[in-house]
């Protein structure tokens, strides 16, 4: 791989990192503006059909789609580097709260300077919304689907099948309403190492710890942290939204309960309010919200020292991208493969249409949070809202600015008001 050539789009990676807010919608959005608008590393068909694919497994779908970026421009050792510019800034920084959990109180961290974030997101999510559905607006199948699955969407956001399944449903539909054919491509032998990887790390990991439960091995905890981490990586759908309260059953609800009290004293365990305190943190931070991880396992392995914290932050990020990144890198050949018969390539049209319908289910989830004109706000704000909403949507559409540029004008507006 010629490496320096790579450099911008690297540097633009980096950019992203530090200041795609938002959670995996705001992700995406952003991405298509840089990604797509300015750089033209991929066209706006691929970026809709790269998140589509990354619905359909578990893991952290934002981080999976900058991963198949990477990988389409230089192969697996440039998709390798990209992961870890992306994953970096934001895991450095909830391990540093992790230590210094005991000098920030929640309040103080939901802070005024990101009170315009959320707004900001659903300008990015509304301007790539309308540029996904210039790609199938010719089609009424296609329009018909994008707003079935809006409306399914929108009313079962919190469920985690939602998104796997309404892509699915739209790949169907059109997969018995298309005519188009496409000549099939004889496809190519299917390279199994990093599915390999994937299960014999998930049986070892598990099997090591349990050995280290029952035996009370001096590592156990650190062993026991990784199978928990990797577990939830490989098992996750939905995001952090279903993340984290797998994570808070595990790591503050179980850890309570009498049964656990009287035969497991060494459980894994994370006190209520710094937990929570870091899942308020992981939402006004720029980055993966799987980098949650990285807190939690810093807290979990917080009393044994600082040495075994700072282990804990290390193993809990591994564990949480690597079963996205092998999944991910293992399935996408498969899937290209998979396109060259008729029937997946006649659903490819309902599974993009499925995409562009739950972007804007997104849109409208994320604005029913946002104070529009309530009695127990100021006008002021209300105005500003709405304000950043339309001029975050018409900077991306008619201008060239950055995103980065749009996103910290946003947080000095908030910080000024």
Known sequence: ????????????????????????????????????????????????????????????????IITLIGYKRGRLPLAVITLLIWILPACSLMSFFSFGIGYFEEHRLQNDFFKFIQPMAVGFLAFATLRAYTLLAANKIARMIMVLIMVITYFLFKTPWVFPGAILLGGIITNFTEKTKKVRVEPRPIKWGNIVIFFLIFIIAGTLSELARKNEWRERKALNLFENTYRFGSLVFGGGDVLMPMMYEQYVIRPATERVQ????????????????????????????????????????????????????IIGTLGI????????????????????????????????????????????????DISFFELNEEPAISFLNIGVIAGTFLILTFTKIPAPVITLLCLLLGWIF
């Not at 691929?46 to 998140?51: A, S």
């Not at 092998?326 to 006649?346: D, E, M, S």
């Open 321 to 368: 991208f690597l079963p996205s990144a092998l999944l991910v890198l293992f399935f996408f050949p498969v899937w290209n493969n998979l396109k060259k018969y008729a029937g997946i390539y006649r659903s490819l049209k309902g599974i993009n249409a499925a995409v562009t319908g739950i972007m804007a289910a997104s849109t409208l989830f994320l604005m029913k």
């Open 1 to 64: 791989m010629n490496f320096l050539r790579h450099i911008p789009f690297l540097k633009a990676v980096f950019l992203y990192s530090i200041t795609a807010f938002g959670g995996a919608q705001g992700h995406f959005a952003i991405m298509m503006k840089t990604f797509v608008g300015k750089r033209r590393d991929i066209t706006e068909q691929e970026l809709l059909e790269y998140n589509a694919f990354c619905q359909l497994l578990p893991g952290a779908s934002s981080t999976q």
């Open 262 to 313: 009287e035969k497991n004293q060494n459980v894994l365990k994370i006190p209520k309010n710094e937990f929570l305190t870091g899942a308020g943190l992981v939402r006004a931070i720029p980055g993966p919200t799987f980098s949650f991880a990285a807190f939690v396992g810093g807290e979990a392995l917080k009393p044994e020292g600082k040495t075994m914290q700072l282990w804990g932050c």
